[in-house]
Every structure is written in C-alpha cells, then in structure tokens.
C-alpha cells in the first residue's frame, strides 16, 4: 500500500494552502501535493483514529460522536509542542487496536475505556476544557500501550 501526503495528519490540518494545491507539512517544513508519495517520509502519520474506531466496533456503537471529540483532540495535539507525541501515537495505535481486537476481555475492556476515559474526556470537551480532554485521551493511550505493548 502507498501512502500519500494528502492521508497524512500533517497535511491535512495545515491550514497554510499556497496557489497551486499544495499544502505546508508542518513536520517536514515543506509545501507538499496530496498526491506526494510519502514512502520515505520519516513523519507520515495516516489521517484516522484506530483506537476509537476499534473501541465503537467492539461495542457496536455507533462512533460518530466519538470521532468528534477524537479530531478535537487531535487538532491539540497537531500543535507543535505535542508533534513528537502524536507520531509516536501513530506508531502505536494500529499494534494497540489490533490486540485490542484480540484480546478475550475485549468488550469488557471497551467498555471501561469508554467509561473512564472518553466519555470524561468529551465532558471536558464540551465544557471548553480542551487541554484537559487531550490529557484525559493520553491517559487512555498511555494505558493502553502499557497493558499491550509494555511500555
């Protein structure tokens, strides 16, 4: 599979677009087409939300409202004090919803991150408290990449 700089976190949240379709990549600090082939690229972080989306399809919940709160968050962190966090978020999410998907205790364990983290973290959205329901969803991942990764 190829992936391109128009699926890439970096691309699509710059807002910064020149006159000829490209965009700024704000990790590589360059002007960049959606269709750059991103194969060498060093920061190419697919545009999505593996956890949540794995987490909703367990419980067959419907995720659109969680993907709300999941781009909220991402914008945050798209910021470029958090830049190095959320590339290493991208190279964990995929290995974390894959063993959560395998994991025997999977709807259980849906259920409580729901419960426990992101249902306070929209809270704390809705409430206009962004950076607190950024921290609440890095707490998430945080323990997610400890329970399935070991780190």
Not at 115 to 122: G, H, L, R, V
Not at 124 to 134: K, M, T, V
Request: aromatic content about 12%; overall charge negative; glycine content about 6%.
């Amino acid at each position: 599979m190829t992936d391109y700089c128009g699926e890439c976190i970096w691309w699509v949240n710059s807002s910064d677009m020149n006159g000829d379709g490209r965009r700024w990549c704000v990790y590589a600090h360059r002007y960049e087409k959606a269709t750059q082939n991103a194969k060498d690229c060093m920061c190419f972080a697919p545009d999505g939300c593996l956890i949540v989306s794995s987490i909703c399809e367990i419980l067959d919940e419907p995720k659109e409202k969680w993907l709300t709160l999941y781009e909220a968050v991402k914008e945050i962190f798209a910021a470029s004090e958090h830049t190095e966090w959320l590339s290493a978020y991208y190279s964990l999410a995929p290995q974390i919803a894959d063993r959560l998907g395998a994991d025997e205790q999977r709807g259980q364990i849906a259920d409580e991150l729901i419960q426990e983290y992101i249902k306070p973290a929209y809270a704390l959205w809705e409430g206009g408290n962004l950076d607190q329901s950024a921290k609440q969803y890095k707490e998430m991942v945080a323990y997610l990449a400890n329970r399935y990764l070991g780190i």
